[in-house]
């Protein structure tokens, strides 16, 4: 399959004529002006320029400046000394520029409750809980807990971290807790559990980020029903009371499976004599009746997708006022579907001080700018580069030309047994798919946001249940969802960013198992995203394949910066590492959701359903 990519574009039905990539980050930088004219100016070095242009006459470049504050900055930087005197060189001056981009956006989004904001309350100190690490940790050197780090690949930042604990006893779980790991084959923490369970467990606000598989769900889950239990053991909860702990997660499916989890895990404590702790789902094709009851008895923890979430809040279903914990699963895929102005209605809820962790695989900048206000003194966990794929799969991506995909895709399915994970951008090429692989005998079913509730259940169901050998998903199912076994995962298409690509084929690979992922890409797929994906394989070691390694990389001389340099790895606004912020794709996507309304139809329910 690999062919020169010049050769294979002239062969291509689909050609359209090159055009250069210079030219084509010109017209993106156009439109991420737009993006910078509806931002409000905050400070005086934008009223000192507002008076300036107001002296300029119409059609001077000072006068088109003032209407575009970002680029005016990018401009006056681009021609500005450094302050020392010295020239500023092209790549450091890119590097601001880059800089102000996105502190303009930055600004745009913040997870802060406008309440708290109106009335000026900002928390200083972290929450607290009852729970320490046992003496023994406390006491030794932080040299050890260095090395503990260093061992496990941990980075962290932040003030006061507590220790990494390598072992789950050692971090005082109930002997009902430890039977629930060791039934399911768990015996020691993952890297991220190492070090995020004593962060979560001692109360503190928390940025995990580590590969997909890795066993973030527990890192959040356990510290919630610890929290649960001890709450109820205190004053038990009654009528309409609760709930203690908030999880959101972006799609029903991974809501579901959370939720799930939670509710093995207090009926083994049940069945150890433990109180029983309670949980609710909250999120679209759900029973409302079932929950309303649930809600009724008094409940612990709720699991939610943001939109019922924000419906049961306002309907006064339920309230925060005894919340004390609040998790956002796969966080950046919930910015990134437009649920923004959600989270933000929905942190508004709490009138008082919450611990607030978010957890993803993919954990660009701007979403911890996003969350920088809802957080105080967070400490950051990080195993792996955030977007980094996980070094269980092996990729494999091959050029295959649009109209060939479907007749492939039997062949490539011999790759490995079942199951097997197909991923289409578009609900109607999911249920092409799944209606070409029926007619050839595979046992496939299909689930995408325009199906029926039940549909998509049965869909996961019996594939998870392994009644069904093959899945066929929009990227509904790449988020979070847990399946055991999965072989391989083909991408029917390269999604349209990286991190989706990411998440994508980190449905295999999982809690320590091999797997392999097939990308098929043609013409269609951007260079951009073409770039990231070449960088993302050369960062796994896995095989470039020639028509990834002939493109161009515009971005090579920013490869040679230090470590230090926070842009030397690629987009500052994204993490895809195949390109800059001015040519970022999600940020003109994001452009282009704005502009057609599209954010507000996704939270009423509207297009892939979350
Ligand atoms: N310490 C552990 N040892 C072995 N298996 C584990 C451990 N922790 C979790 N697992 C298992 O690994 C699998 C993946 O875990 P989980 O779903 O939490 O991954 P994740 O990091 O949240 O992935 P994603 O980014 O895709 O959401 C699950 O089946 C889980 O039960």
Redo the contacts with the bound molecule.
Sequence with gaps: MDQDFDELLKQSDDYVPYVPIDQRRREQAERLHKIGRSVPRTDASDSESDKDDASSGPGSPRAVRSTVPLFDQALELRLKQGQDGRELSAVDKDLEEEAEILKTVARRKQLASDRELAKGIQYTEPMTTTWRPPAFIRDQPPTVADAVRQKYHILVDGEDIPPPIKHFRDMKFPQAILNYLRN???????P??IQGLPVALSGRDMIGI?????????AFSLPLIMLALEEERRLPFIRNEGPVGLIVCPSRELAKQTCEGLKEMSEHLRQAGYPELRTVLASGGVNLREQLNILAHGVHMVVATPGRLQAMLADGNFNLDLCRYFCLD?ADRMVDTGFEEVLRNVVSYFNHQRQTVL???TMPQKIQDFARTALVKPVVVNVGRAGATSLDIVQEVEYVKKENRIVYLLECLQKTPPPVLIFAESQHDVDDIQEYLLLKGVEAVATHGGKAQEEREYAVNSFRNYKKDVLVATDVAS????F?GIQHVINFDMPKEIEDYV?RI??TG???KTGVATTFINMSSSEEVLLDLKHVLIEAKQRVPPFLESIYDPNERYRDLPPGVPSATGCSYCGGLGHRIIACPKLAQERRIQDSGMRSRMVDGGGDRY
């Design positions: 399911k084959g768990i015996q020691r923490p993952s991220i559990q580590a590969f997909t598989g890795s066993g973030k769900t527990l796969e957890f993803s695989a988020k979070g969802l847990d055991t998440h980190g449905r999982r809690s320590g």
